[in-house]
């Protein structure tokens, strides 16, 4: 069983839908969470940076995370068709000397 | 976008040649990744660098070697290519302490075909 799951989509929404990305994960010693865009052919590029549990938003993205549930969550409010892209959710522990798990992504569509 | 140059872009050679990617940044970041990324897999971690000539395994090292000989480059070689390690591979960098959580920026990837 890997150690971060995230459902592979694809997941198409029309323009102006809200998105929501999700990973579960089975280590608990997790504490730093990310979420990554990437556009094909590109390399993936940081979109949020978590510590622990909470809610953190920047602009129309929020992402959440629930350490007793090992779930975490992005949203994307106002979809658009530059959102279109695969989404990779990352998480480290503390004393991993910062090697991150990914997910193995998950892409949207967003259709006009 | 972060200064993350990666060379060459694309490449193809066949099975059993050695092969050399190089990661070249601008940051001055102490810490620098090599990952491979495949179709249900994600990005797998190869190897790392904490500083230079300082460099440990991965998730996915064998038939893999690195070097780190200057701050700014990161040299990935497969000594004898074999057409699983067909990938698109992708260098990352952070300047955080490990116990700070590792945010890392990645360069655009070298797409590998080994025939």
């Known amino acids: 069983q890997k150690e971060v799951e995230q459902d592979p989509g694809p997941l198409s929404v029309p323009e102006g839908a809200i998105v929501s990305l999700n990973c579960t994960y089975s280590?608990?010693?997790?504490?730093?969470f990310m979420w990554y865009r990437q556009y094909s052919r590109k390399g993936p590029e940081l979109l949020m940076y978590?510590?622990?549990?909470g809610n953190k938003e920047d602009g129309r993205f929020t992402a959440q995370v629930d350490k007793s549930s090992k779930y975490i969550s992005l949203f994307i409010r106002d979809s658009q068709p530059s959102d279109s892209a695969t989404y990779l959710c990352a998480m480290s522990a503390t004393d991993s000397w910062g090697k991150l798990q990914f997910g193995a992504g998950t892409q949207v569509v967003v259709t006009p | 976008d972060a200064g993350i140059t990666q060379s060459p872009r694309h490449k193809v050679t066949e099975t059993g040649t050695p092969v050399t990617l190089r990661c070249h940044q601008t940051e001055n970041h102490r810490y620098m990744y090599w990952y491979r990324q495949d179709p249900g897999h994600g990005l797998r971690l190869i190897h790392y660098s904490y500083g230079v000539k300082d460099t440990d395994k991965g998730e996915v090292s064998d038939g893999y070697s690195v070097s780190r000989s200057k701050t700014e480059d990161f040299l990935l070689t497969l000594e004898s290519a074999t057409s699983s390690q067909t990938s698109v591979y992708f260098c990352?960098?952070?300047?955080?302490?490990?116990?700070?959580?590792?945010?890392?920026?990645f360069g655009d990837g070298t797409r590998l075909s080994i025939l």
């Open positions: 280590n608990s010693a997790f504490q730093y």
């Open positions: 978590t510590y622990s549990s």
């Open positions: 990352a960098i952070s300047d955080r302490d490990p116990a700070g959580g590792q945010p890392q920026h």
